[in-house]
């Protein structure tokens, strides 16, 4: 379940780093994640808006719904657990799915695919730290 959870983790920081950086914003410089070299906090930062929905959700679904199951992991001598191709596949498939999904974003009150869900909110935050918006509104999932 953590190597699971950890995989798609990873592919929403990357998402979420890749949209801070499209709209001009630093992805190492957080506010609640430490700095730290080779960490980018503030991806982390707002991935937290996107976990529970987006990651865990989709991760329980696989797991509930039999897509991938125990036999699709390996423990290797080091102790790691490493996923097979296969499995691999089936996650990168459903996490490309989900993003397709479409949402009401509750801020801007518009129809959007939750795959760009990131590049909302880093906007928003943008906008928010060069003084166009009063507060940044976060991403709340109902």
Known sequence: MNALLSCI???LAHDVAAALSAVGLDPQVGF???ERPGRPSLALDIMEEFRPFLADRLTLSLVNLKQVQGSGF???ESGAVEMNDETRKTVLAAYQKRKQEEIQH???NETVAI??????QAL?????LR????????YLWK
Do not use: N, Q, S
């Open 32 to 34: 609640l994640h430490a």
């Open 106 to 108: 509750p801020y801007i």
């Open 9 to 11: 983790y990873t592919l």
């Open 124 to 128: 928003l935050l943008a906008r928010h």
């Open 115 to 120: 795959g760009i869900l990131p590049h909302v």
């Open 74 to 76: 390996r423990k290797t």
């Open 131 to 138: 003084g166009d918006l009063d507060g940044y509104p976060p």
